[in-house]
C-alpha cells in the first residue's frame, strides 16, 4: 500500500533553509501527484507545492512562489521541499500527501505522511 514519511523538519532562524524528504513506497507511483502542506493550530492545511511525477509539472502557492522548490527523485521514490529565506510565519507541521490530480486542494489527496515539524525563529 501507499506511505509516505516525512523528514528534514527542525529548527532554524530566520532567513535560513531546510529541505524536507517525502520517502514514498514503490506503490506511491500508483499516485500521479506528491504535494507538499502544512498546518498551524487554528487554521486549515496549506497547499504549498505539487510535482506530477510523470511530466515533472509543477504548481506553487502564491505564499511560496520564490522561495521553495519542489523536486523529485524518482530512483528513491523521494520529493523534496527545499525551503529558503525561512520566516518565523513558515512554523508550521508540514505534510506530503499522494494523490492523482496536480492541485494544492486537500481533499485531493488519499494519503498523507505523519508530518514534520518546522521551527523558524
Known amino acids: 500500500h501507499v506511505q509516505l514519511v516525512e523528514s528534514g523538519g527542525g529548527s532554524v532562524q530566520a532567513g535560513g533553509s531546510l529541505r524536507l524528504s517525502c520517502a514514498g513506497s514503490e506503490y506511491t507511483r500508483s499516485m500521479n501527484c506528491i504535494a507538499w502542506f502544512r498546518r498551524t493550530p487554528g487554521k486549515e492545511r496549506e497547499g504549498l507545492a505539487v510535482i506530477d511525477h510523470r511530466s515533472g509539472g509543477t504548481l506553487y502557492a502564491d505564499s511560496v512562489k520564490g522561495r521553495f522548490t519542489i523536486s523529485q527523485d524518482k530512483a528513491k521514490n523521494t520529493v523534496y521541499l527545499q525551503m529558503n529565506n525561512l520566516k518565523p510565519e513558515d512554523t508550521a507541521v508540514y505534510y506530503c500527501?499522494?494523490?492523482?490530480?496536480?492541485?494544492?486542494?486537500?481533499?485531493?489527496?488519499?494519503?498523507w505522511g505523519q508530518g514534520t515539524q518546522v521551527t523558524v525563529s
Open positions: 500527501a499522494a494523490g492523482r490530480t496536480s492541485s494544492l486542494v486537500p481533499v485531493r489527496y488519499t494519503y
